[in-house]
């Protein structure tokens, strides 16, 4: 697919593979609904497009939802964009599938960016300011046998994910692993990631998973 990289918008990288492959997995039917929260470049809702479903994209950056329907556009498939925080502009709408590759690198200070780059991977000190809410409030927006697909690294905690879809009464499990080394971002923050305990000493790379919830019918 032709993908515009527009600068201060989240590049897709292993994170975004390894969702989109999962994705690939679900057996979405033309006219599903599709939710791709924090959609960033528009790639994970390019792919859920392909498949006929009707996809709804959501970012907090403007510039990054103009990427979103511009790749769509050079794809030849509608991407309904929507701005906002998380899951408000589309409250009250139930999805067949949401799908989220959230910002969930853990950073010093408890204040969120609210621009520039490090907005698109700056999630507080433990890296769960958006998983946490996501896992919270996502699994309501779920139509009866939704699916909810959520990638993040193994820093941020894979059981308090999978434990707060299961209070939400989502059956889960982790459907996707990939070991990489740790990018320019996070090999920067290593010592501090060890003085936080969130790696042992000299590690320098991080597995990615994708937790799959369903919502019982």
């Given at each position: 697919m032709?993908?515009?990289?527009?600068?201060g918008v989240y590049r897709a990288q292993e994170d975004s593979e390894l969702l989109i492959a999962s994705l690939g997995r679900e057996r979405l039917r033309e006219g599903d609904e599709v939710?791709?929260?924090?959609?960033g470049t528009g790639?994970?809702?390019l792919a859920a497009s392909g498949t006929g479903a009707r996809v709804t994209a959501i970012d907090v950056s403007r510039r990054a939802l103009a990427t979103a329907w511009i790749n769509g556009?050079?794809?030849g498939r509608h991407i309904h964009v929507l701005q906002g925080d998380l899951l408000?502009?589309?409250?009250?709408r139930r999805f067949d599938l949401i799908a989220s590759n959230p910002p969930y690198v853990p950073a010093a200070g408890t204040a969120l960016p609210s621009h520039g780059p490090a907005r698109a991977w700056d999630a507080g000190p433990d890296g769960r300011a958006l998983?946490?809410?996501?896992?919270?409030?996502?699994p309501g927006f779920l139509a009866p046998g939704g699916v909810l697909l959520l990638v993040h690294s193994s820093l941020c905690g894979v059981g308090v994910s999978l434990r707060a879809l299961r209070r939400a009464a989502?059956?889960?499990e982790v459907v996707a692993r990939r070991r990489i080394p740790f990018g320019p971002v996070m090999s920067a923050r290593a010592d501090w990631f060890e003085e936080r305990g969130l790696v042992a000493p000299g590690v320098r790379h991080e597995e990615?998973?994708?937790?799959r919830g369903v919502r019982p019918e």
């Open positions: 032709w993908l515009l990289r527009t600068p939710l791709d929260l924090g959609t790639v994970v809702a556009a050079l794809n408000e502009p589309v409250r009250g998983l946490d809410r996501i896992c919270r409030t996502a989502l059956r889960t990615l998973v994708v937790i």
